[in-house]
């Protein structure tokens, strides 16, 4: 190994934080019901986004989020593409770039990446 590069408060997590802040807006904007206000209802939020974060993962077409009884005994439900995804998320990439370009910096090497 010729050199390493971290940054222990990044990674999945933030992709998750990330589409639960989405879907929490809008979820108000449709049901007026404001999931970052409940903690219970966000965690939920929290828990099936990251299943359609690793359903993305595998499938390109349109995946659906239904929650049942969310938020005052109301379903709610959403869905994503994994390029809307990628949208919501680019500044994660962004962070991840830059421990790339310290990797790079302490090696000398130059490694080329791939950017929508």
Do not use: W
């Amino acid at each position: 190994m010729l050199a390493s590069a971290s940054d222990p408060s990044l990674g999945g997590r933030d992709i998750d934080l990330t589409l639960a802040e989405h879907f929490s807006y809008e979820f108000y904007s449709r049901y007026r019901i404001d999931a970052r206000v409940n903690r219970r209802a966000f965690l939920r939020l929290t828990a099936e986004v990251e299943k359609l974060k690793k359903q993305m993962s595998a499938n390109s077409t349109t995946l659906p989020l239904n929650i049942e009884c969310f938020m005052d005994d109301k379903d709610v439900h959403g869905d994503m593409k994994r390029y809307g995804n990628v949208q919501f998320v680019n500044y994660v990439f962004q962070l991840i770039g830059q421990l790339i370009g310290k990797v790079q910096l302490h090696t000398h090497m130059h490694v080329y990446l791939y950017s929508p």
